[in-house]
């Protein structure tokens, strides 16, 4: 079960209407390493964790993802809110405003709709916790380039507090993969999927 | 002396960090917080990130709302631009933010080094300084979980500002 907390992780507070800006960043929004497909992807991992602490670590990384979800929609309905259809046109933005007028839609920058063939869901605890740390990794990146194309303050406020986030969700996995490792036969970690031969 | 656990909640509670201060780090052991520690022999074919050491030292929980990590060995900002500050800072909801951003650092910690007892204190520590923010807020500005509501006069869990409409929240 779950239930909602009525406040952002971190605030977003944005002035300046900017759609052009929005067109990117909404790939954090539903794009190939956004924040939907980091919540559903760990949250879905959970059920063929062989081990109780880190069935808790994928809960509760995968909540805070779905509270950045929420921060990256935020962003977007802010910098959009109040465009003009002059601001739209100039922005080329009229793409996304046909389909979805100033609604927030789960899409990557070039369009494409959110796809669970984005995420991974192998069934393996080391190769999920393997396939998280490069998730954490692609994301970081992801932030990396809109810090490189946006100069919006407000903008990059938040989204340097998502990229360290990306970090420190990179350590927690690392340190449970290590911990998986120590757990398994020393001579050959391979031997078996604990998450399904035990 | 202070323990390291003292040392974390005098910091959470808004204590600035001290540079190369690592309490936690035993006196025998050579890493600094920015270091973690691995296996001297492991098993070939295999990856291994080093395990953080200690949940110290820590930011205060304004920076480290600011920063997006309570940790400092954890602080690796591109191009070295991080916050100085946020929107919210110094208001009831940026405080409550900051404490509440604190608790989930020590949950994500605890989820990997669930026998570190200091690291336990603090987050029961940082719980009740969270919950008694939390009162604070609800008071002047409605529910924000909503068996809140309970101490509303109406049913007001359904008003704005939502979270991604900022506003007059803020006490600004």
Not at chain 1, 15 to 30: C, D, E, R, V
Not at chain 1, 87 to 113: C, L, M, N, R
Not at chain 1, 148 to 163: A, E, G, Q, T
Request: hydrophobic share 35%; charged share 25%; aromatic share 12%.
């Amino acid at each position: 079960m779950f239930s909602y907390v009525k406040s952002l992780q971190y605030p977003v507070k944005i002035s300046a209407t900017n759609p052009a800006l929005a067109k990117f960043i909404i790939s954090q929004y539903g794009g190939p390493d956004g924040e939907l497909g980091a919540s559903l992807r760990y949250l879905s991992q959970r059920y063929s964790m062989p081990y109780p602490e880190f069935k808790g670590l994928l809960t509760d990384i995968g909540t805070e993802e779905l509270g950045h979800f929420e921060m990256i929609a935020s962003i977007i309905h802010q910098l959009t809110r109040k465009m003009s259809m002059e601001e739209i046109k100039k922005a080329g933005f009229d793409t996304y405003f046909v389909d979805h007028t100033a609604g927030i839609y789960p899409q990557f920058a070039s369009g494409t709709p959110w796809t669970a063939a984005t995420i991974g869901v192998k069934g393996d605890v080391i190769t999920d916790l393997t396939e998280d740390m490069a998730a954490e990794q692609k994301a970081r990146t992801t932030y990396d380039n809109i810090l490189r194309l946006s100069d919006d303050p407000d903008v990059n406020n938040v989204i340097k507090f998502l990229r360290e986030r990306e970090i420190v969700h990179f350590q927690r996995f690392g340190e449970a993969l290590h911990k998986t490792m120590e757990r398994l036969d020393q001579k050959n970690v391979y031997a078996m999927n604990p998450s399904f031969d035990n | 002396m202070m323990s390291g656990v003292d040392i974390l909640l005098s910091i959470i509670k808004g204590g600035k960090l001290l540079e190369n201060n690592t309490p936690n780090v035993k006196p025998d052991d050579n890493c600094g917080y920015k270091y973690g520690y691995l296996n001297s022999c492991a098993p070939l074919a295999t990856s291994w990130v080093p395990m953080q050491q200690a949940s110290t030292p820590a930011y205060g929980s304004g920076e480290a709302l600011n920063r997006g990590t309570l940790f400092p060995g954890l602080d690796l900002p591109f191009k070295n631009m991080y916050n100085k500050t946020n929107p919210y800072a110094g208001t009831p909801l940026g405080e409550l933010m900051a404490l509440q951003f604190v608790v989930q650092e020590l949950k994500l910690y605890l989820d990997t080094h669930k026998d570190d007892e200091e690291a336990f204190k603090a987050l029961k520590d940082a719980i009740a300084l969270e919950k008694e923010g939390r009162l604070r807020y609800v008071k002047l500005y409605g529910p924000i979980q909503f068996d809140d509501v309970a101490d509303s006069e109406t049913y007001n869990w359904i008003d704005g500002p939502w979270p991604w409409e900022y506003a007059e929240r803020t006490g600004k």
